[in-house]
C-alpha cells in the first residue's frame, strides 16, 4: 500500500478496527476514511453505495461486523447472521462496483468445524459441522470468505481473508452477556473484587483450550499481508499456543491479586473443546506475534481501568 493512498477501516472503533488505525499510522499512512455507525449504517445498500461513490478508496480493512462470545450467540441467532451477511454483501460489492485496489476481510477461526484436526489448517474450512453455540455467525463469515473468492474468480478483484483466533486488547467489550470469555473474566475478577464476593462463578467446566492473539498483533499481521499476500486461500492469524480456560482465570485472578476462589458452572456450554489454529503458513510469508499473553493481559487490565467501564464494580 502507497503512504498516501485512501485507506478505509471498516469498523475503526471496535477491538479489531481501532488497532488497524493504531498500526496504519505508527507506519506512516495518513490518509484514512473511518465512519461511526452513526454516519455511515454498513447494512443499508444505499448509503453504503453513496458513501463509496463520494470517495476514491484504493484499500479496504472490513473489520465491522457483529460479534459476541457464546450467550450472545445463543441468544441473538438471527441478529447475528442477517447484520453480518448485509455488511459484507455491501461492502465487498461496492468494493468492486467502485475499483477497490484491495480488501482484507476478518474472517473467524469458528468458520472452523467443532471437531477439526488440531492445530486447525486452513484446508479444514467445510470439512465438518460446525459448533452450534456461533453457527449463525459462522455461516455469516464463511459467506464472506467465499464471496470474496467468488468475486476474485469472476471480476479478478484482489480480495484477502484471513481467520484470526480469539482475540483481546483495547476498546474491548466487557459486557457480561455480550463479551468473548477473557475480556468477560477480566470485568467478572474486577467485580468480585471490588464487592468482595467470596468466589467467582465461570462458565463451562475449564477445561477447553485456547489460543488468545493480542489485537495489535493481529493488525500488524494484516498490514503485513495486506502489503504482501495475494494468494487465493484463507490465512490464519493467531500465535500457535494454548492453555485451558481454567489456566486463564487463574493468569486473571492473579494479575488481579483477587484472593477468592474459583467455581465452574458445568451446567453452562463450554463451546467447542479445543481451537488453536496452524499458523505455519503465516510464518512461512513472514510474520510471526510479539505480544506474550501475559504481556498483553496486563496491557489490557490496564485499559479496562482507564475504560468508562471500570467506574466502581457495578456502575457499568
Not at 507506519?27 to 453504503?48: P, S
Not at 470517495?55 to 459476541?68: E, N, P, T
Not at 453455540?133 to 464463511?142: G, S
Not at 464471496?147 to 476498546?171: D, F, H, R, W
Request: hydrophobic content about 35%.
Amino acid at each position: 500500500m502507497e503512504k498516501d493512498a485512501t485507506i478505509y477501516v471498516a469498523g475503526h472503533r471496535g477491538l479489531v478496527g481501532s488497532a488497524i488505525v493504531r498500526n496504519l499510522k505508527a507506519k506512516g499512512y495518513h490518509n484514512l476514511i473511518c465512519k461511526t455507525h452513526a454516519e455511515l449504517d454498513l447494512t443499508d445498500n444505499q448509503k453504503v453505495g453513496q458513501f463509496f461513490k463520494e470517495h476514491s478508496i484504493d484499500y479496504v480493512f472490513l473489520a465491522a461486523a457483529k460479534v459476541g462470545g457464546i450467550m450472545a450467540n445463543s441468544l441473538y441467532p438471527a441478529q447475528f447472521i442477517q447484520e453480518n451477511l448485509m455488511i459484507e454483501t455491501n461492502v465487498i460489492d461496492w468494493s468492486y462496483k467502485t475499483g477497490v485496489k484491495k480488501l482484507l476481510f476478518l474472517g473467524s477461526t469458528c468458520i472452523y468445524p467443532k471437531f477439526a484436526e488440531q492445530p486447525i489448517k486452513e484446508s479444514e474450512l467445510l470439512n465438518g459441522k460446525l459448533e452450534p453455540t456461533n453457527e449463525a455467525y459462522a455461516m455469516a463469515k464463511i459467506t464472506g470468505i467465499k464471496m470474496c473468492e467468488a468475486y476474485n474468480k469472476q471480476y479478478g478483484t484482489n480480495y484477502i481473508s484471513v481467520m484470526p483466533t480469539n482475540l483481546y486488547g483495547p476498546n474491548d467489550n466487557y459486557d457480561y452477556q455480550t463479551s468473548h470469555v477473557l475480556p468477560a473474566l477480566i470485568r467478572k475478577f474486577y467485580d468480585a473484587k471490588f464487592n468482595h464476593e467470596p468466589y467467582v462463578t465461570v462458565w463451562g467446566t475449564g477445561t477447553p483450550k485456547r489460543e488468545f492473539l493480542h489485537s495489535d498483533d493481529l493488525a500488524d499481521a494484516c498490514i503485513f499481508l495486506m502489503n504482501n499476500y495475494n494468494g487465493e486461500e484463507i490465512v490464519n492469524i493467531g500465535v500457535g499456543k494454548e492453555l485451558t480456560i481454567r489456566e486463564l482465570a487463574e493468569k486473571i485472578k492473579k494479575l488481579m491479586g483477587y484472593e477468592g476462589d474459583i467455581h465452574f458452572d458445568s451446567s453452562k456450554p463450554d463451546g467447542t473443546p479445543r481451537k488453536i489454529v496452524d499458523v505455519t503458513k503465516l510464518h512461512n510469508l513472514g510474520w510471526i506475534d510479539h505480544i506474550s499473553l501475559d504481556e498483553g493481559l496486563e496491557k489490557t487490565y490496564q485499559d479496562f481501568l482507564n475504560s468508562s467501564l471500570s467506574g466502581a464494580g457495578a456502575k457499568y
